[in-house]
């Protein structure tokens, strides 16, 4: 149980790594760079087709890195809960510690 939490509570960035360079991703930046520097040109500033497909293509680069994210989070989940109670605490300190999650913990009576 306190698995789950805490790997829900780590910030999804941490599970985009090292899907997020590979070539599909950097593809993806680089159209979105290209259109955000064509939407900003004098020539294209108001072309409407260029600023919405920038959005869709943003809205499309964000739900691939949630998918991603989402099966690297489960993917964490199954194999800290294969390791042994040593190797789980320590990885869960680790993350506790380093993006400050105790006080989002819940705490539990006795």
């Known amino acids: 149980m306190i698995v789950n939490q805490v790997c829900f509570l780590v910030p999804a960035s941490f599970f985009y790594k090292p899907d997020i360079n590979q070539e599909y991703f950097l593809s993806f930046r680089q159209d ?8 900003q040109s004098i020539a294209y500033r108001q072309d409407g087709y260029i600023k919405n497909n920038y959005l869709r293509r943003l809205k499309q680069y964000n739900e691939e890195l949630d998918l991603t ?42």
């Open 69 to 110: 994210a989402l099966k690297n989070r489960e993917e964490f989940v199954s194999i800290l809960k294969g390791e042994t109670d040593e190797m789980k605490v320590a990885c869960l300190y680790n993350l506790i510690r380093y993006y400050k999650l105790l006080p989002h913990l819940r705490t539990f009576n006795r």
């Open 32 to 39: 979105l760079e290209e259109m955000r520097r064509k939407s």
